[in-house]
């Protein structure tokens, strides 16, 4: 039951939008909401935007936790079997030394001073001869007791980073990304700009084949009077069979001219319905379709020149660019310097060392400061900063050479536009002449001083007049629409 409803719902809004008319501002309004290129150009800003907050998260300390678990086949063991150590003495000096009855070997005297004697019974030096001494007393280790459980190894930490000073290089990348979102939104500027050009062509374009198609009709009409007209002469034998034959080619060539005018007034709304995302088999109406064209706004050339250089899409996104690139330098040029960066942690592990050797978890805290300072890499740092420096120039270059270009399709925009509005003056101008020109012809062939032949020239003569009158209005707009573009001002009308 809801599905139906949705469906009588939806053919019920198509059919209240079937046969509107709407304005070129509405036309222009339907491209920007049905546009896929703009919802992309919108996610392209969204995820520049996400990348700068991204960058901006460097400035901040990362914290992080961390854990381990190892299984060892092995136990360690600091003995490989049992040891006895000797019981001595410690000596006045702090060394390890023994007395007479601590040792077993017998003592001989040689130069008044008491040596002992090994077991063959020959003197020796102790102190060189360590292994020769015969102790009465030792010490047992077993080696069980210096053996230590690690089958099972845990650990664990949780900390922050903290950078310093990395030489510049977050703020850098940081710009980067906002200067990279900056341009993502001119970008879809400029394609909101694009689309309403394109929608302003396809309106103008079908409103001159809607008038054409009209002005054809119109010949149609006043051909097939005349050929009544002379038909009833005929009749009463005051007009001739080939001027009969004279009227009927025109008009022969008017319907083809009609038949061709009406296919391009449905093609041209195609075209003007698949730019605005509307039902290219739609029946929506123009509502300049009679509108009388004015002339085309001139503007003063150098104010021109001025503006474009500061509204220019193509200025804007180079600058960007020249911002990017000397980010680039700047990064470049932070491999030199040393990088910073403070740290504090918490680790934990089991077993753990920090009371003999326990099988539980005990921790600690940590906290400290490191530095890393580049020495030398054979020119590797120095030759990347000089490719970020010549990426920064050839920048430059091409923002200059943009601006001589800008200079020139404004001032071709403005030439334009002076010629479009001197061809709508002409234009004017002739259709007042080819208007008395025609009522005069008619009048004369009434009284019989002309022929058809001079008649059907007059009727020729008043449809290329209104032909061109259409033709210029139409260029002038579209000349004033093309100078706006130049001179970077935008088209997107605004309440």
């Given amino acids: 039951m809801k599905k139906s409803i949705s469906v009588a719902l939806c053919l019920l809004v198509a059919a209240s939008l079937w046969g509107q ?10 491209a920007l909401q049905n546009s896929k290129s703009l919802k992309v150009s919108q996610e392209r800003i969204n995820a520049a935007e996400n990348l700068r907050k991204a960058a901006f998260t460097q400035f901040l300390p990362s914290f992080q936790a961390v854990g381990t678990y190892t299984w060892n086949q092995k136990n360690i ?12 003495t410690k000596m006045a000096d702090g060394s390890f030394g023994f007395t007479a009855d601590q040792i077993s ?6 130069d008044g001073q008491p040596v002992p004697l090994d077991a063959d019974g020959v003197p020796f030096n102790p102190k060189t001869n360590p292994e020769k001494i015969q102790w009465k007393q030792y010490a047992y280790l077993p ?21 310093i000073y990395l030489g510049g290089k977050i703020r850098e990348l940081y710009n980067i990304a906002k200067t990279t979102e900056e341009m993502a939104r001119l970008q879809t500027d400029n394609r909101q700009e694009e689309l309403i050009i394109s929608v302003d062509q396809a309106y103008w374009t079908t409103v001159s084949l809607l008038n054409k198609k009209k002005l054809a009709e119109s010949y149609v009409e ?13 009749d009463q034998g005051v007009a001739t069979r080939g001027d009969l034959l004279n009227v009927k080619v025109k008009l022969n060539e008017a319907n083809l001219a009609l038949t061709r005018a009406t296919d391009g007034v449905a093609l041209s709304k195609m075209a003007l319905f698949r730019v605005c995302g509307l039902d290219l088999d739609g029946d929506f109406g123009l509502a300049d379709e009679d509108i009388s064209q004015g002339q085309a706004q001139e503007l003063d050339p150098a104010y021109n020149k001025a503006q474009a250089i500061d509204n220019r899409f193509e200025i804007k996104e180079l600058e960007n660019l020249s911002k990017i690139s000397r980010s680039q330098v700047n990064i470049a040029r932070s491999r030199f ?23 539980k978890f005990k921790g600690m805290f940590t906290a400290g400061v490191a530095i890393t300072i580049p020495i030398f890499h054979f020119g590797d740092r120095i030759y990347t900063l000089r490719a970020a420096q010549s990426e920064e120039r050839m920048v430059s270059h091409r923002i200059d050479e943009a601006k001589e270009l800008i200079n020139l399709q404004v001032t071709q925009a403005n030439f334009k536009v002076r010629e479009a509005n001197k061809k709508l003056e002409a234009a ?6 080819a208007e008395e020109n025609l009522r005069l012809a008619e009048l004369s062939y009434k009284e019989g001083l002309i022929s058809v032949t001079d008649l059907l020239a007059a009727q020729t003569a008043w449809i290329s007049a209104n032909s061109d009158k259409i033709d210029a209005g139409i260029d002038a707009r579209l000349c004033e629409l093309y100078l706006r573009k130049a001179v970077g001002i935008s088209n997107i009308k605004k309440d």
Avoid: C, M, R
């Fill in 21 to 30: 008319t709407y304005t070129l501002k509405e036309y222009e309004e339907f």
């Fill in 77 to 88: 063991s600091l003995l490989a079997e049992d040891a006895l150590l000797p019981v001595g």
């Fill in 105 to 110: 070997n017998k003592w001989t005297v040689i």
């Fill in 143 to 163: 080696k069980s007791e210096l053996t230590y459980d690690v089958h099972n190894i845990f650990a664990a930490g949780i900390g922050f980073t903290q950078p």
């Fill in 222 to 234: 006043l051909l097939t009077k005349l050929e009544k007209n002379i038909q009833a002469a005929i």
């Fill in 337 to 359: 310097l040393p990088n910073i960066a403070a740290s504090v942690n918490y680790l934990t592990t089991n077993p753990n060392t920090f009371n003999g050797f326990e099988n």
């Fill in 428 to 433: 004017q101008s002739n259709i007042s002449a």
